[in-house]
């Protein structure tokens, strides 16, 4: 069973950049795969950030961007601020109407 | 504004069946596909499954984790899509929340999201 792989954690200090990866156990993302990223702060839902790989959602500072890099989804931060400390998660289409979430990566700011 | 909201959580016993709603409202529900996601207490996120708009029949896909024990559903003149679950297992305790794509396209986002409804499976 393919698996969609993120980073458990990561850390980033202020004012720098940090790109948070996704990809596959088995094979390669590509754009095929429709790569979305959300951000979760503990107790609230998830917001939309990124989408078909690299639209940003309404709302979303540019700071925030999504490609393919490599093998996998990614999404940089630029100038990472004290409120983006969060969980982010990536999700890819894997066709058959089916969707998979990564397990998700926890980015802390200090 | 855009929102959903899901209602129907509570404790159910191992085994049994428990049915969750989503309430639309802000847009046009019936051209949207309707997705359900959970999140066990800590965990990451875990797509459930989805049901897409009259256009394309209603065609509805899931999880494998869930298959065969779960259905979605909708009824578009409420603006509501339904979860119903069966032979609940302790490994579906979660908060599930249900969220939209507009459209009924990979090429667009979950957005909104609900904040969920708690399910809890123990005896």
């Known amino acids: 069973q393919t698996v969609v792989a993120q980073e458990p954690s990561f850390s980033v200090s202020p004012g720098g950049t940090v790109t948070l990866t996704c990809g596959l156990t088995s094979g390669s993302v590509s754009t095929s795969y429709y790569p979305s990223w959300y951000q979760q702060t503990p107790g609230q839902a998830p917001r939309a950030l990124i989408y078909n790989t690299k639209t940003r959602s309404s709302g979303v500072p540019d700071r925030f961007s999504g490609s393919i890099l490599g093998n996998k989804a990614a999404l940089t931060i630029t100038g990472a601020q004290a409120n983006d400390e969060s969980d982010y998660y990536c999700v890819l289409f894997m066709g058959s109407g089916i969707w998979v979430f990564g397990g998700g990566t926890k980015l802390t700011v200090l | 504004e855009v929102q959903l909201v899901e209602s129907g959580g509570g404790l159910v016993q191992p085994g049994g069946s428990l049915k969750l709603s989503c309430a639309a409202s802000?847009?046009?529900?019936?051209?949207?596909?309707m997705h359900w996601v959970r999140q066990a207490s800590g965990k990451g996120l875990e797509w459930v499954g989805r049901i897409r708009s009259k256009a394309d029949n209603y065609a509805t896909a899931y999880a494998e984790s869930v298959k065969g024990r779960f259905t979605i559903s909708r009824d578009d003149s409420k603006n509501t899509a339904y979860l119903q679950m069966d032979s609940l297992t302790t490994e579906d305790t979660a908060v599930y929340l249900c969220?939209?794509?507009?459209?009924?396209?990979?090429?667009?986002?979950?957005?909104?999201w609900g904040q969920g409804t708690l399910v809890t499976v123990s005896s």
């Open positions: 802000g847009f046009i529900f019936s051209g949207s596909a």
């Open positions: 969220t939209r794509v507009e459209g009924d396209t990979a090429t667009k986002e979950f957005d909104p």
